[in-house]
């Protein structure tokens, strides 16, 4: 057995042992979001970690709505989250449930519990009871109300569920141990009373189940076997386990649900906080949760990144129970590894300036066959128009170079990607200073392809005809937050990089982009990963988001 779990990490060993004992006839895992607000990378982890495990050993996986709490959720959110997991590639068929259905059997459990001397009505206030709770070095004492009888205890209950007391007067707590080590295990709270609309369940319900309490149940009802979790939920496994075993889900036939935590994922200079997204929303620095300098789902899918490049991020990453945070760039290089060659490689001008050839003829239109991707012949070819007038990046052309600058200067010669040497012999500036216009001659024995061996050339620079070039809408962005001063000012706010979102207007890209669909993504030649804005973009104002640079600064094995 050792042999065999030698790369396994810490889960699957788990699992691979409670199969070969016998304990689970069915492996199921479930994802269980709450619906207060979008999914970020961190969930990511959670989702595909479940997901995988599920197919891993055959089994299920569910997606859970953990709804206890109507507070903040919203149906927008719960459409939000099936949207996500769906383009995460993870597969959860018609299991979709919501612990909002299960809040019957809930109550009915907390019935069993009074009934067994194991629960109890507290008439203590919130401060009260935390007043009473002890500290990590003092035990707690027990609340004047929890020797009630079984029968006061269950006319209270029913009582609180029709809506008798006011909000906040009464909570439902386990009776447990006050003097227990683990806080968790002082006669927690498992109902509380709280009139609010819930998005499934409307107004029937005016009590509402903790978390702690309802998420065992909802396991248990679902025959969920390792329910998987992040490590702040440790502390809580006892609880999870009493009531698991108070309920008598212990014997059940699919097996008793074990909880197993791992470390959660932190991300170097992100912001995941909800509080902290949401003042970025209302005050308009971000246009909305899936702005692309966000790393909510929705943000990086818009953004441009790949399910894959994001499952293979996570593979890196790993499972593990020590909390570490991991640099962005890793991230950045499992989509920009990706999109390598699944892109198509197109030329687009960012910044343009114009080029003319003197000497081509005046009316003529040579169409290249140039390969969509050289390391992937399956993207196949097209044909790529070239003429007298063209369009290079302005940074393509200096007047004074320095050394080793080896593209445009007067007099240097350059080859224009997959057409034609051309040298520099004039440019013209407006009346600010800046270059308009720059003058080029072609030999037209140097077209690619020809097999010229002639002279070489240092260079070679992209470009878009300018007879059928395509305007568009560039944005170019970086790290919401200003990397070298980290993320917060001494006062709590956010350090927020002010070059995070550079709109470049007028960028030229040549004909093929007319086909794009939203959300495709493409190498810019020279220029990084860039798609199709989902959201903005039209036919008549086609919007490209970059995903991501060229360069790298993570190297993997580093």
């Known amino acids: 057995m050792a042999e065999e779990m030698t790369g396994k990490n810490f889960i699957e060993q788990i699992i691979e042992k409670d199969i070969a004992e016998g304990k689970v006839p069915k492996i199921v895992t479930r994802f269980p979001p709450e619906p207060n607000g979008y999914l970020h990378i961190g969930h990511a982890k959670s989702i595909l970690l479940n997901y995988g495990l599920a197919q891993q050993y055959g089994g299920q996986f569910n997606l859970r709505f953990d709804d206890t709490n109507p507070t903040k959720?919203?149906?927008?959110?719960?459409?939000?989250?099936?949207a996500d997991v769906k383009w995460l590639g993870a597969d959860f068929g018609d299991r979709v449930f919501f612990a909002s259905n299960y809040f019957d059997q809930m109550y009915e459990a907390a019935i069993k519990l009074i009934k067994k001397g194991k629960a109890y009505v507290c008439d203590l206030t919130a401060d009260e009871i935390r007043e009473y709770r002890g500290t990590l070095t003092e035990p707690g004492k027990n609340s004047p109300y929890r020797d009630r009888s079984i029968e006061e205890n269950l006319d209270l209950f029913e009582r609180m569920k029709n809506g008798e007391f006011p909000d906040g007067s009464k909570v439902l707590r386990a009776k447990i141990d006050m003097a227990s080590p683990n806080i968790n295990m002082r006669d927690p709270i498992i109902y509380r009373i709280a009139r609010m609309n819930h998005h499934n369940t409307g107004d029937k319900w005016c009590i509402y189940p903790m978390y702690d309490f309802a998420h065992p149940i909802e396991d248990a009802i679902e025959g969920v076997t390792h329910s998987i979790c992040t490590l702040e939920f440790e502390d809580h496994r006892p609880l999870y386990d009493w009531v698991v075993m108070e309920l008598g889900y212990k014997d059940s036939p699919e097996g008793t649900p074990k909880q197993i935590e791992f470390a959660k994922l932190y991300l170097t200079n992100v912001i995941t906080g909800k509080r902290y997204i949401k003042k970025l929303v209302e005050d308009g620095i971000v246009d909305g949760w899936d702005d692309p300098r966000l790393v909510s789902i929705a943000a990086l899918r818009r953004r441009g990144f790949t399910p894959s490049a994001i499952k293979k991020f996570m593979e890196l990453v790993g499972i593990s129970k020590s909390?570490?945070?991991?640099?962005?760039?890793?991230?950045?290089?499992?989509?920009?590894?990706?999109?390598?060659?699944?892109?198509?490689?197109?030329?687009?001008?960012?910044?343009?300036?114009?080029?003319?050839?003197?000497n081509y003829p005046e009316d003529q239109v040579e169409y290249l066959d140039?390969?969509?991707?050289?390391?992937?012949?399956?993207?196949?070819?097209?044909?790529?128009?070239?003429?007298?007038?063209?369009?290079?990046?302005?940074?393509?052309?200096?007047?004074?170079?320095?050394?080793?600058?080896?593209?445009?200067?007067?007099?240097?010669?350059v080859r224009l990607k997959n057409a034609y040497f051309v040298k520099c012999v004039g440019?013209?500036?407006?009346?600010?200073?800046?270059?308009?216009?720059?003058?080029?001659?072609?030999?037209?024995e140097?077209?690619?392809?020809?097999?010229?061996?002639?002279?070489?050339?240092?260079?070679?620079?992209?470009?878009?005809?300018?007879?059928?070039?395509?305007?568009?809408?560039?944005?170019?962005?970086?790290?919401?937050?200003?990397?070298?001063?980290?993320k917060l000012n001494d006062d709590g706010t956010l350090n927020l990089n002010p070059n995070s979102l550079v709109i470049k207007q007028g960028c030229k890209l040549e004909k093929a982009f007319e086909e794009a669909q939203p959300g495709e993504a493409f190498q810019f030649l020279r220029n990084g990963f860039f798609c199709v804005d989902s959201k903005d973009s039209t036919a008549e104002h086609p919007v490209y988001n970059r995903i991501v640079s060229l360069k790298s600064s993570y190297k993997p094995g580093k």
């Not at 570490?324 to 290089?333: F, H, K, P, Q, R």
């Not at 992937?376 to 600058?405: C, H, Q, T, W």
């Open 446 to 486: 140097t077209r690619s392809g020809s097999g010229f061996e002639g002279r070489k050339v240092k260079g070679t620079i992209h470009w878009v005809s300018a007879e059928s070039a395509i305007d568009a809408e560039v944005r170019l962005y970086e790290n919401i937050i200003d990397e070298e001063k980290g």
């Open 73 to 82: 959720e919203k149906t927008e959110f719960v459409e939000s989250i099936l």
């Open 370 to 413: 140039v390969e969509n991707n050289q390391e992937n012949e399956e993207l196949g070819s097209r044909k790529v128009a070239f003429s007298k007038y063209l369009y290079i990046e302005r940074e393509d052309f200096m007047e004074e170079p320095p050394k080793k600058y080896f593209r445009l200067f007067p007099g240097n010669e």
């Open 323 to 358: 909390q570490s945070s991991v640099d962005y760039a890793m991230l950045e290089y499992c989509v920009r590894d990706d999109l390598k060659l699944t892109a198509k490689r197109y030329m687009a001008v960012v910044d343009p300036v114009k080029l003319v050839i003197d």
């Open 427 to 444: 440019f013209e500036k407006d009346e600010d200073g800046n270059v308009t216009t720059v003058h080029c001659t072609y030999d037209p």
